[in-house]
């Protein structure tokens, strides 16, 4: 999968993939701190309204008490003074003890306890004055009174709920019933939730942390504390803040409380001026943070194992790969080396079977000229024979004197013994293989002049086109030798029988190439042939007069020497050949 990339790009995708790992568990933990806060909300707002309710439901089941107490005539009896203070007394217990109330009490227009139900306990409210209690007075001026405190007989707190007693139209006193909220508070200590209940001055008054009872909210304000003072509302209670209003994160619903945080909610309870709070610790929040940090952790790993993993096996793959290919290559190289081991064997095979050709060619065309050469030769030795024999004669005349002419015209003759047997040296020499410049002028004159012999007995002109150059290619100037010899021979086969013979030498050059053409006035060659000219063993001739080698071992000479060869008719009848050799620099012409 990523075989192809380069290091730098694999590197930079790796720091990539960590970033976005990074990222991705950041966002996590955000995401799920965040949903955790968002499920802890909802779950507070359920709670707190069945808080709100279940205490709704504990005070509104004695809300009408005072009431009904009120409309009772022995009641307002007893608060004119006219009633029975026992049988109200009794009356009140009876009904206190069935409603389930901490204590069911009367107080006359001056606050003072006339009948209560706990009239038969040591700390009972009989003759007690509470006139100064806010519930008292707010029922004296004609409505229910609502009061939570600290009580001042007993010293127990409770929900203190009053109702004015009238009598023709007028309020002659107060009857008010007592709540003790304890075993709901113990409820919800036992609940294990953190939740409490501030009144309007702030004083928590119910809670499930017992440590957090009569602490406020907020710090009291003089006026507040007077006034709380002054009601007696929580005596002998210190209202020391609990500094919920810090908020260490900036965060609204975070709040710090000693070394605890939390998440809050709060309810205003409706028909009344408290509020009810609902805490959730911050720990929670951090657990839920830390084990999504955990697991988005543990899936990140997974999957940049996985990747690794992945990444690791394209890596190994591609290197097995690459190992193929490599082993492929070599194997490949390894066969290419021997092929071209064996092509230079046979080429140097094929070069020695040439040379050896060249060279029975050689001997062949000796062969065939043997003839002509004894005749050549013959000649001078006759001539020198009798040019001996006349001198003999003039020795034995006694004219010594007349010898010079004779011995000059034999030296004559063997000088040119000595050219012809020297022509075919040079031409019967096997070729060095060692590349010199060649005079191509010359290595044609050579063959030329070692030929004249045969072309003038067959009659046949040979006619060399002027050219004033000075053409010299990098060859062999033997196997030079041996390309114009053969074609030169063939033109000579080719016009056997003719009338006239004439081949034409004409030498040219163009840019860095020597050209060579040597036409005849033969039949020139067949379409047929033209093809199949420089094959091995193609002949026309007949058996014994050719074998059919001369001319593609005259192609292998001329394309060793980077050359070409080509023939063709020309269109005045006849044959072609035209051989071009790259010339050696600086030296086209001279
Ligand atoms: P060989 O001379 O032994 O036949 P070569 O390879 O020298 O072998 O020549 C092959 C053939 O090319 C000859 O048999 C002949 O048919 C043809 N050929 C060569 N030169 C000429 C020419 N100048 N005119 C016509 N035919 C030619």
Redo the contacts with the bound molecule.
Sequence with gaps: MFYWLSTYSRASLSLAGIAIAGLAVWLAVTSTGNIAIDQLQQTAQARLALYESTLRAAVDRYRYLPYVVSRNHDIADIVSGNGNADITNRYLEKVNERSGAAALYVMDHTGTTVAASNWNTPDNYLGKNYGFRPYFKESLAGQDGFFYGIGVTTGRSGLFISHPISKDGEIIGVVAVKLELDELEQNWQGGGETVFVSDADSVIILTSRSDWKYRTIRPLTVTERDRILRNRQYSGQELLPLHMDEKPSGDDDIVKIGNEQFLFDVKPISGSDWNLFYLTPMDYVAERRTSALLITIIGSGLILLTVLFLRERELKLASQRKSLEFARIQALNARLEQEIGERRKTEAELRGTQDELVQAGKLAALGQMSAAIAHEINQPIAAIRTFCASAKLLLERGKPEKLGPNISQISALTERMGAITGQLKTFSRKSTGVLEPVNIKSALDNVIQFLSSQLHNEGCVLEQKEFDGKLIVHADLVRIEQVFL??IR??L??MDGDLEKRIVVELSNARDQATIRIS?T????DKA?LGL?FDPF????DPG????????V?YGIVRDFGGTIR?YNRADG??C?EIQLPLMRGDQTS
Aim: net charge negative.
């Design positions: 053969n074609i063939n033109a086969d080719a005849d033969g039949p020139g060659i042939s000219l193609f002949t026309t001739k007069q050719g074998v059919g080698l001369g001319l593609s005259t023939a006849g044959a050949f």
